[in-house]
């Protein structure tokens, strides 16, 4: 039996799919302990509908090392498309960046091989260069957890959105923090995401959608609609709302 009344469950039904936003995979994300097989498994048990592939992509990633840096990069996304065709899951291509100035991460949605291959080369750009360069209608380009230890918050008319709920169970993301900089800083997308590294961390957060996109193009206007809930731990969370 739901503890809702049930104006919100009828509410609340009509937000059907589930989305992880930020996630990573092993080897290309050294950080993460998920090849693309049990990356696929973990979520699909979890009742996840879709998923976004965002790999960390900076100078100093052991792609970068090898004769074709983002054909090697793109691998696990690739791997991990196909088990999420199998198992009837949306597996999306985004990116995590980092450039050389500092430690702050991006994520990037909209992004395809073509783009990374143009980029891969320009990460000692600073993030403002890069912004100013790459921003567009049909891309989103976000900070990723702007107030974790060692991370400068970007202002914001250098960004289009931010990752105000990081739902990392291991990392202190500050989010009443993020959540209150957004309007400051009037940025208009918020964002969130589980930054699924480890066994056992799938299903902590994801982004509840009335639509499911099917490519990069659905997912970016999906962001820019703003229709759209978060869920924390099963929980429903509404981003926009206010008293």
């Given at each position: 039996?739901?503890?809702?009344?049930?104006?919100?469950?009828?509410?609340?039904?009509?937000?059907?799919?589930?989305?992880e936003l930020?996630?990573h995979t092993?080897?290309?994300?050294p950080?993460?302990?998920?090849?693309?097989?049990?990356?696929?498994?973990r979520?699909k048990e979890q009742?996840?509908?879709a998923?976004?592939?965002?790999?960390?992509?900076?100078?100093?990633?052991?792609f970068?090392?090898t004769?074709?840096?983002v054909?090697?990069y793109?691998?696990d996304f690739?791997?991990?498309k196909?088990?999420?065709?199998?198992?009837?899951?949306?597996v999306?291509l985004g990116?995590?960046f980092r450039?050389?100035?500092?430690?702050?991460?991006?994520?990037?949605?909209?992004?395809?091989?073509?783009?990374?291959?143009?980029?891969?080369?320009r990460l000692?750009?600073?993030?403002r260069e890069?912004?100013?360069i790459?921003?567009?209608?049909?891309r989103?380009i976000?900070?990723?957890?702007?107030?974790r230890n060692g991370?400068?918050?970007?202002?914001g008319?250098?960004?289009?959105g931010i990752?105000?709920?990081?739902?990392?169970?291991?990392?202190?993301s500050?989010?009443?923090?993020?959540a209150?900089?957004?309007?400051e800083?009037?940025?208009?997308?918020l964002t969130?995401?589980?930054?699924?590294h480890?066994?056992?961390?799938?299903g902590s957060?994801?982004?509840?959608?009335?639509?499911?996109?099917?490519?990069n193009?659905?997912?970016?206007?999906l962001?820019?609609s703003r229709?759209?809930l978060?869920?924390v731990g099963?929980?429903?969370?509404?981003?926009y709302?206010?008293?």
């Amino acid at each position: 039996m739901s503890i809702y009344p049930t104006e919100i469950q009828n509410f609340l039904s009509q937000y059907q799919y589930k989305i992880e936003l930020h996630a990573h995979t092993a080897p290309v994300s050294p950080c993460s302990e998920l090849p693309p097989r049990e990356f696929i498994a973990r979520l699909k048990e979890q009742g996840y509908d879709a998923v976004v592939v965002t790999n960390h992509f900076f100078p100093g990633g052991p792609f970068m090392k090898t004769d074709d840096p983002v054909g090697t990069y793109l691998a696990d996304f690739e791997a991990a498309k196909a088990e999420g065709e199998a198992a009837g899951m949306t597996v999306l291509l985004g990116a995590e960046f980092r450039f050389e100035e500092n430690s702050n991460d991006y994520l990037v949605f909209g992004v395809d091989e073509a783009f990374l291959r143009e980029t891969v080369v320009r990460l000692n750009l600073t993030f403002r260069e890069f912004y100013d360069i790459y921003h567009a209608e049909n891309r989103l380009i976000c900070q990723a957890h702007p107030f974790r230890n060692g991370i400068v918050a970007m202002d914001g008319a250098h960004m289009d959105g931010i990752e105000a709920f990081n739902m990392h169970p291991g990392h202190n993301s500050r989010i009443t923090v993020s959540a209150r900089y957004a309007d400051e800083q009037n940025i208009p997308i918020l964002t969130i995401g589980t930054d699924l590294h480890h066994r056992g961390h799938e299903g902590s957060a994801a982004l509840r959608a009335k639509v499911l996109p099917k490519n990069n193009d659905e997912l970016v206007a999906l962001l820019r609609s703003r229709d759209y809930l978060f869920e924390v731990g099963g929980r429903p969370l509404l981003p926009y709302a206010s008293f």
